[in-house]
Antibody, heavy 122, light 106 residues
Framework: QVQLVESGGGVVQPGRSLRLSCAAS????????MHWVRQAPGKGLEWVAV????????YYAESVKGRLTISRDNSRDTLYLQMNGLRPEDTAVYYC???????????????WGQGTLVTGSS | EIVMTQSPATLSVSPGERAMFSCRAS??????LAWYQQKPGQTPSLLIY???TRAAGIPARFSGSGSGTEFTLTIASLQSEDFAVYYC????????FGQGTKVEIK
């Protein structure tokens, strides 16, 4: 079955960097756009970034532009989120999610991984 | 940026009753709207996409309606497992979530 497994979260000092990974299985990863979504403790969902199936197109939420970078390695069926200059407000569970329809950029998000917690703290 | 506003923030409902809550978009999103359910400590789960299409395995008591800027999720007869937080998501112009509606037991 389709599975998305995030990793790489942890406690990070403000200003430092971290790279999250999302390992995909059970579907043809290279034909689906992929997203990152985050959820601060006790808060709602916030869309972070999307990357097209071939990696050519990337879009970001204004709140993370210039600091977070989405990328993918289709040979490894893995999605990444490079987080630079971490701020306390970046503290959240970070979920990767697949777009609902293959080869499409526009679409709902399904399924989601279980998430990985990033805590920005000194 | 499209802003999605959900109301109410909290809805108190008795089991077996109908629940309805709304999602309003600051711009026209056509029918590009989805609904998610999230239970405490769990990952969000897709309920509805394309405004009104139920995802695989979603019971018929869940229904979505609307278009443009006004959308509604209706749960026909609340079951115990339906008490959760519900989020709308527009995917017409980038992606934006609403702030959520918590459905709690009355």
């Amino acid at each position: 079955q389709v599975q998305l497994v995030e990793s790489g979260g942890g406690v990070v000092q403000p200003g430092r960097s971290l790279r999250l990974s999302c390992a995909a299985s059970g579907f043809t990863f290279s034909t689906y756009a992929m997203h990152w979504v985050r959820q601060a403790p006790g808060k709602g969902l916030e869309w972070v970034a999307v990357i097209s199936y071939d990696g050519r197109y990337k879009y970001y939420a204004e709140s993370v532009k210039g600091r977070l970078t989405i990328s993918r390695d289709n040979s490894r069926d893995t999605l990444y989120l490079q987080m630079n200059g971490l701020r306390p407000e970046d503290t959240a569970v970070y979920y990767c999610a697949r777009v609902g329809v293959d080869t499409a950029m526009v679409g709902w998000l399904d399924p989601w991984g279980q998430g990985t917690l990033v805590t920005g703290s000194s | 940026e499209i802003v999605m506003t959900q109301s109410p923030a909290t809805l108190s409902v008795s089991p077996g009753e109908r629940a309805m809550f709304s999602c309003r978009a600051s711009q026209n999103v056509g029918s590009n709207l989805a609904w998610y359910q999230q239970k405490p400590g769990q990952t969000p789960s897709l309920l509805i996409y394309g405004t009104s299409t139920r995802a695989a395995g979603i019971p018929a008591r869940f229904s979505g309606s609307g278009s443009g800027t006004e959308f509604t999720l209706t749960i026909a007869s609340l079951q115990s497992e339906d008490f959760a937080v519900y989020y709308c998501l527009q995917y017409n112009n980038l992606w934006t979530f609403g702030q959520g509606t918590k459905v709690e037991i009355k």
